[in-house]
Every structure is written in C-alpha cells, then in structure tokens.
C-alpha cells in the first residue's frame, strides 16, 4: 500500500524559507509512470496546485507561485521536498503531497491518485 | 489560464437524496477532469477520473458526466459519510498547470 508522509518544521518566521519533505512508502518514486506533487490548503480556503516532479528532475509549477518555489526529488531516499522562499502570513496552509499517475498515451499526468495526510505549516514571528 | 468554477458552494441535503454538483470551466477543455472528495483532517480522495471513470473502490452511487465546459458529479443516493468537500480539477495543456475548482461542501 502506496504511503506519502510529510515532514518538516511546523512553524516558520516571516521572510524565511518553508522545507518539506515528502516521504513515499510502498513504491518507488522512480516509477516512470508517475510525477510526484505538492499542494496546499490555506485556512477556510480551497486547494491550490503548487508544482510537480519527475524522478528525473523534470519540474512544472504554478506560475502564481514560481518565483519562490523549488521542489526536488532524491531517488536514493524516495523523497521529494518543497521549498517556498520569502515567505508570509498568506503561506499558512496545510501542505499536501502526493503522487500523480501518467494515463495511457499521455506526455503529463492528470490526476493525484495518492495523497499524504498534510502537514499545517504556519508562518508568524 | 483555465478557471474551474464550482456551484452550488454549499449544498444541503439529507441522507437518502441524491447530490448534484456542478464544475464549469472558463474554456472547452479535455475530459480529463477529476473530483475528489476532502473531509477535514484527512488526506483528499480520488473519486472520479477521466470525467466519468471511477477510481478503484469508489461506490457505484458515484458517478460523473460532462464534456466541452460543463461537468458533473452525481451522488445517487447521500450515504452520511459522504458528507464533505468536493473539489474538481484539470490539467491544462499549455503551459502545464493543475488547477482545482474552489469546492462544493455538501453539508446534512
């Protein structure tokens, strides 16, 4: 059975940069049919898309949010990690990761099959 | 950029009835939509793919529809733990972006 958990610091100052990491279980994050992903849910509000990966590096991210975000993938762990840089309040979300499958005949995948549990990030001095 | 808009935002119904919740995109797109159902505190679910298709040991009572700007989810028959959030979502081509609806919370 296929496990994404997330992990990182809970609690990050104004101005500093979020790090987490996404641990997956039961699978390998090299499995070619697969990217792997981040998104998030700020309080009270819906699901934001913030970028994917590929095990061989390949990344994609929301344009809204591409000024600040780095998402990386070590194979040798079977993690990936998210950074978001400069941060403020309006990042307090809980962050998701999960894992996105490639549909027959597809170049990107569509959907998130598997989701980790979240983590709620909260940014305050 | 695609917008996916979501309606009603707020449903309430009771167990027994039957759930219709609506995703129209800004553009035609593919068929490639999804829905997943959220409950707080827990991780999202992959229900329906493809527009229509049903994810792995997802109850036949789920089922969707749609094409061109206009998608639907059905629920058939609300069993109490369906009660939750509803979100759709999309790829876009070009530039690649995954994009989400704003969510239906479907309340007793």
Same mark, same amino acid.
């Given at each position: 059975?296929?496990?994404?958990?997330?992990?990182?610091?809970?609690?990050?100052?104004?101005?500093?940069?979020?790090?987490?990491?996404?641990?997956? !279980?039961?699978?390998?994050?090299?499995?070619?049919? +697969? /990217?792997?992903?981040?998104? %998030?849910?700020? @309080?009270?509000?819906? $699901?934001?898309?913030?970028?994917?990966?590929?095990?061989?590096?390949?990344?994609?991210?929301?344009?809204?949010?591409?000024?600040?975000?780095?998402?990386?993938?070590?194979?040798?762990?079977?993690?990936?990690?998210?950074?978001?840089? !400069?941060?403020?309040?309006?990042?307090?979300?809980? +962050? /998701?990761?999960?894992?996105? %499958?490639?549909? @027959?005949?597809?170049? $990107?995948?569509?959907?998130?099959?598997?989701?980790?549990?979240?983590?709620?990030?909260?940014?305050?001095? | 950029?695609?917008?996916?808009?979501?309606?009603?935002?707020?449903?309430?119904?009771?167990?027994?009835?039957?759930?219709?919740?609506?995703?129209?995109?800004?553009?035609?797109?593919?068929?490639?939509?999804?829905?997943?159902?959220?409950?707080?505190?827990?991780?999202?679910?992959?229900?329906?793919?493809?527009?229509?298709?049903?994810?792995?040991?997802?109850?036949?009572?789920?089922?969707?529809?749609?094409?061109?700007?206009?998608?639907?989810?059905?629920?058939?028959?609300?069993?109490?733990?369906?009660?939750?959030?509803?979100?759709?979502?999309?790829?876009?081509?070009?530039?690649?972006?995954?994009?989400?609806?704003?969510?239906?919370?479907?309340?007793?």
């Amino acid at each position: 059975q296929l496990q994404l958990q997330e992990s990182g610091p809970r609690l990050v100052k104004p101005s500093e940069t979020l790090s987490l990491t996404c641990t997956v !279980s039961g699978g390998s994050i090299s499995n070619s049919s +697969y /990217y792997w992903g981040w998104i %998030r849910q700020p @309080p009270g509000k819906g $699901l934001e898309w913030i970028g994917i990966i590929y095990y061989s590096g390949t990344t994609y991210y929301n344009p809204s949010l591409k000024s600040r975000v780095t998402i990386s993938v070590d194979t040798s762990q079977n993690q990936f990690s998210l950074k978001v840089s !400069s941060v403020t309040a309006a990042d307090t979300a809980v +962050y /998701y990761c999960a894992r996105l %499958r490639l549909g @027959p005949h597809r170049l $990107l995948p569509d959907l998130f099959d598997y989701w980790g549990q979240g983590t709620l990030v909260t940014v305050s001095s | 950029e695609i917008v996916l808009t979501q309606s009603p935002a707020t449903l309430s119904l009771s167990p027994g009835e039957r759930a219709t919740l609506s995703c129209r995109a800004s553009q035609s797109v593919s068929s490639y939509l999804a829905w997943y159902q959220h409950k707080a505190g827990q991780a999202p679910r992959l229900l329906i793919y493809d527009a229509s298709k049903r994810a792995t040991g997802i109850p036949a009572r789920f089922s969707g529809s749609g094409s061109g700007t206009d998608f639907t989810l059905t629920i058939s028959s609300l069993e109490p733990e369906d009660f939750a959030v509803y979100y759709c979502q999309l790829r876009s081509n070009w530039p690649p972006t995954w994009t989400f609806g704003q969510g239906t919370k479907v309340e007793i």
